[in-house]
């Protein structure tokens, strides 16, 4: 089935950058979705088809996606944003969803 | 605002068939349209795992990986859907959610889960 390899984990100072990639056999003809998950929560979306953010997400969070790799970059770091982040396509061969191992993001 | 609630036992023994139920308000269930209910579950340390979908209409699919052991119904009247895994082991010991999915694309809408122990 289709993988989607992300890195385990990502740390960053508050106030600078976080990219947090999605890899994928040409994951660019594909939409590519991203989920925040804190412990006891529910997950919520953050980025939708590639660079859509929902009502509520803040500008800092921002999404890309072309060839084999997406990303999503979380600009201007704070302490709330500490989380695991996951990535999900639909794989059109299996036709069903599949998502990332996805990546822990440390806030230093 | 859609909201999703699981339900059920937090410890179920090996060999014995793990049921879980998710209550959804603010919204119905027959919202029909391309909206399907969604499992998904993540063991401790693994990444998330699709487990299976139902549309309101009872019409299901489900993970070929889980598929000889998952049943996933609707009851529309009480607004909920519900998730029956058989032949439990250890391997099935997860968070389990659920969620609103807008079919062939995007989790909208997710419950905060529900962990699932398997022990004896």
């Known amino acids: 089935s289709y993988v989607l390899p992300q890195p385990p984990s990502v740390s960053v100072a508050p106030g600078q950058t976080a990219w947090i990639t999605c890899g994928g056999s040409?994951?660019?003809?594909?939409?590519v979705h991203w989920y925040q998950r804190k412990p006891g929560q529910a997950p919520v979306v953050v980025i939708y088809?590639?660079?859509e953010r929902p009502s509520g997400i803040p500008e800092r969070f921002s999404g890309s996606n072309s060839g084999n790799t997406a990303t999503l970059t979380i600009s201007r770091v704070e302490a709330g944003d500490e989380a695991d982040y996951y990535c999900?396509?639909?794989?059109?061969?299996?036709?069903?969803?599949?998502f990332g191992g996805g990546t822990k993001v440390t806030v230093l | 605002q859609l909201q999703l609630q699981e339900s059920g036992p937090g410890l179920v023994k090996p060999s014995e068939t793990l049921s879980l139920t998710c209550t959804v308000s603010?919204?119905?269930?027959?919202?029909?349209?391309?909206?399907?209910w969604a499992w998904i579950r993540q063991p401790p340390g693994k990444g998330l795992e699709w487990i299976g979908s139902?549309?309101?209409?009872?019409?299901?699919y489900y993970n070929p990986s889980l598929m000889s052991r998952v049943t996933i119904s609707v009851d529309t009247s009480k607004n909920q859907f519900s998730l029956k895994l058989n032949s439990v082991t250890a391997a099935d010991t997860a968070f389990y959610y659920c969620?609103?999915?807008?079919?062939?694309?995007?989790?909208?809408?997710w419950g905060q889960g529900t962990l699932v122990t398997v022990s004896s």
């Open positions: 969620a609103r999915l807008e079919f062939r694309s995007i989790f909208d809408y």
């Open positions: 603010g919204g119905s269930i027959n919202s029909g349209s391309s909206y399907y």
């Open positions: 139902i549309y309101y209409s009872g019409s299901t």
């Open positions: 040409n994951i660019g003809s594909k939409s």
């Open positions: 088809y590639d660079d």
């Open positions: 999900q396509v639909w794989d059109i061969t299996s036709d069903f969803p599949v």
